[in-house]
């Protein structure tokens, strides 16, 4: 979950209110796809191999009972956890089982450890002290064992932080904010990710930021936040939603002052792995089409929507399409990206490894916005793209997903191959509960619908074999006027920004 | 939070699926009142005292500031804690500002503390392992400093775990259920509050039970658990749905161990107190209408909806009642209950020390469903109690609680009462989301909606003005067939249930 200036998944971006929404290049409108009129009209593909993908997806139930496989046997899996490498194996052993040849590669990844974490607003004349319901941040700095006690100070974004000046030295900054739907996750998740940072700056001694969520049961959002690399860093974690409505109406009556105790540490790199297979295309085997999704999740809950749904779906179409009668025209490759989550190291591994090969990527996409029912298919590629899939969406119609979304298909673990103006393209999901479970303790496999990853899983297997069947590849789209990596605009903008 | 046979709150009453509801007295069928068709109709009660009453509750935000003093001033409250012992003196401190006379009177109570709390299932050949989001009930035992780790096993009923007999020796019971509505919560709550004595009896060394929720982001749910005085006791927990959902599939997979750590502890006694103000009647004093709370609270959360809510109405409609320019012909009589949760205790000295005076009872209400919206009156008297209370709904038809509940009027607190048959009123709120937060950490002043509460207090003022103003009383109620403290049914027989 890296929060700067990542491509938004479609899935989401679909949400953003249009007055809040970024820039986009010119949409095209969203247009349903209806089915053929009469059984006799001749679809450009073969409605054979449509059943061979769909039916099975929709029947066997193969990609959730490997999202339980992956949720209950494995659990969490943060880079450089022993979670993580059991997942590495977990997928090779899978791959090799559905007869889809696969390899490791390797990604130097960071390792952050959770420790002790609790919190306390402390009594005043007029009030008792509160417990504080909190998560580490990723990426945060441990306090002194005794715990942080300071003043807090309340913001609402990183100008008004800005503007105190030194008024908030040896204190601890509260970010809190208004997100209530998927789409302002985009406007404040800058917040976490970077607030810390001009915290720190500021000289501020510690952070709390209001959890990034759509729903709370006194439920904090982890996530990670980005320092200077070899600069200051300070305890940064994120109050549910609860707590920061409670630090807001308290500090409407008198200073408040909360002790703090996080017991996080930073360990030494560890080498760790992208999980990446193939299914050779027939005829161009040296043409790409590329489907992921991240197989590192957070330390709390077991990724199961964020990706171990994304996963299992992507592990699926694999496995569907090599069991085709015959492969399709052009090479299926899946990736597996490792440490999404923290830092983006396995994208940027295998956006360098595989540079050379990247201009024969014709078409990539990540599944990462949760194990939900697809609503449209997404695209980013240049001129006439939309009229190039149309044909194939036929068999999306019953899915509910025969339509182009009006955004532009994306993923974070995508966009170091943006330069490369590789053509993305998506399976949007209905993301609107997606906020609720994300980077929590409850993103937990019981909130995956089996009806609807399959659904899912059915479409992007289908939309996979169509990229990598249809007779000609989608045009290459405009290089992002952004490079990965840039530096953010300020967190209250409204921004694309991937999770 | 008793789970024995205490009458079932109507709010929750209404919810029952009919098939599974408790067999009930003859109840009259719903009946909506309508507004006078012409304002020319004269009703029997002053319209301008029931716009001193209804206004005020909806214009001037009196209780729900009050609640927010309560939760975010004073916070949790279990029974003999420092913060029940400090919400008595608000609560005196309230009546005084308000004018209404107030005094305490004593209530040994018990004092039950939470310590560290931690559980994990244990990692097998096939699974890694998981940590369990749990919360040791109130009266569980502690367990050894290092913690229990024994093999669990999953029973889905009392009779199921009797049948398995010796078997369970040494293991950890783990009740499992089906509950998705409020409704359910009578079906099964019974397994929290006996299962434990149940497993000590049949040799087990620990409980897990599900949750007793309708929503869940890994929320375990607390409440009181029972074992015979003097008599062995064992540690005791829930867990959030989706661990007792994790259990289940592991258990049918193979043998699950579960380690955990309870460092509860029972201490000594405590003198608390119940807080009772009164506004006196003007004709007939003597005759006393009681409305009542319970101000203690679990030590999870702040208690908002359970019973913050219903201590801020019972205050507000006390407030008001005394503001009039004469006293209805009745005396009103506040009680807040001091430990409702944790064993009744408040309830029986009550009952007990004003034995004398039941008889000159005339109507007795408990608030204890939350800070919702209201939706219905509700009764349990003697016949003809429908047609005496109808004339005076009028007031209540824009707040959309003008018709009787299908459901008896009752309450955990009243039941003490019921033998001195005792007529109860109340007014039913909609408890659908009640059980999203009963008992959790997540039951905070957010959760409660500053309309809904306006609208509940201002009905239970008019109801309360309607008791102890109409010209004659509500005719006696039978007495209960269960005297209040006998046993039980089995907890998944369908049988009501206080809460
Ligand atoms: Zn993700
Ligand atoms: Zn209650």
């Not at 089915?35 to 929709?58: C, D, F, H, N």
């Not at 302002?184 to 969520?213: E, N, T």
């Not at 090479?331 to 090969?357: I, K, Q, S």
């Not at 999901?429 to 609807?452: E, G, I, N």
Request: charged letters at 20%; aromatic letters at 6%.
């Amino acid at each position: 979950m890296p929060v700067s200036t990542f491509v938004l998944p479609a899935s989401l971006a679909l949400q953003l209110v249009s007055g809040a929404a970024p820039a986009a290049k010119p949409a095209s409108s969203p247009a349903s796809v209806k089915p053929a009129a009469t059984a006799k009209a001749t679809p450009v593909y073969s409605q054979a191999v449509a059943e061979k993908l769909i039916g099975p997806a929709l029947t066997e139930g193969h990609a959730y009972a490997r999202l339980a496989e992956l949720t209950d046997g494995i659990g969490p899996r943060l880079s450089g956890s022993e979670g993580a490498a059991a997942a590495v194996q977990w997928a090779m052993r899978g791959f090799k089982a559905d007869g889809v040849k696969a390899w490791t590669e390797p990604v130097k990844v960071p390792r952050w450890v959770r420790g002790e974490e609790r919190g306390e607003v402390l009594a005043t004349e007029r009030t008792r002290a509160h417990p504080l319901s909190l998560i580490a941040l990723g990426g945060s700095a441990p306090t002194a064992p005794e715990g942080l006690t300071a003043e807090v100070v309340e913001v609402t974004s990183l100008e008004q932080l800005a503007a105190l000046g030194d008024s908030v030295k040896g204190k601890i900054v509260f970010f809190n904010h208004t997100m209530s739907v998927p789409a302002d996750y985009g406007r404040f998740a800058g917040l976490r990710g970077r607030g810390p940072a001009a915290a720190v700056k500021a000289g501020a001694a510690g952070v709390l930021v209001r959890s990034l969520a759509t729903a709370s049961l006194r439920t904090p959002h982890t996530g990670s936040t980005r320092f200077e690399p070899n600069g200051p860093k300070l305890p940064a974690a994120a109050v549910a939603t609860e707590d920061a409505e409670l630090l807001h109406r308290l500090l409407a009556n008198g200073p408040v002052r909360v002790k703090m105790v996080l017991g996080c540490s930073e360990l030494p790199e560890v080498e760790s792995h992208n999980v990446i297979a193939e299914v050779k295309g027939r005829e161009k085997p040296q043409e790409i089409v590329l489907i992921s999704a991240h197989l590192d999740s957070w330390d709390v809950g077991t990724g199961a929507h964020d990706d171990g749904a994304g996963v299992a779906m992507v592990m699926e179409a694999a496995r569907l399409i090599a069991k085709l009668p015959q492969a399709p025209r052009r090479t299926v490759r899946v990736v597996l990206f490792m440490n999404e989550e923290h830092g983006l190291h396995g994208a940027r591994a295998y956006a360098e490894a595989h540079a050379a090969e990247l201009p024969r990527h014709v078409a990539a996409m990540e599944m990462d916005a949760g194990g939900f029912k697809p609503v449209a298919v997404s695209l980013r590629a240049g001129a006439g793209g939309q009229d190039l899939v149309r044909p194939w969406l036929p068999p999306l119609v019953a899915l509910g997903a025969a339509n182009f979304s009006a955004r532009e298909a994306g993923g974070a673990d995508l966009s170091p191959m943006a330069p490369a103006r590789v053509p993305f393209f998506g399976v949007e999901v209905d993301s609107s509960r997606y906020f609720d479970y994300h980077h929590t303790m409850a993103d937990t496999l019981d909130k995956v619908d089996p009806q609807d990853l399959a659904r899912s899983t059915a479409a992007v297997a289908w939309m996979t074999y169509a990229m990598a069947e249809m007779p000609t590849t989608l045009a290459r789209p405009e290089a992002p006027a952004t490079p990965p990596g840039a530096p953010a605009p300020a967190a209250t903008q409204p921004k694309a920004t991937g999770h």
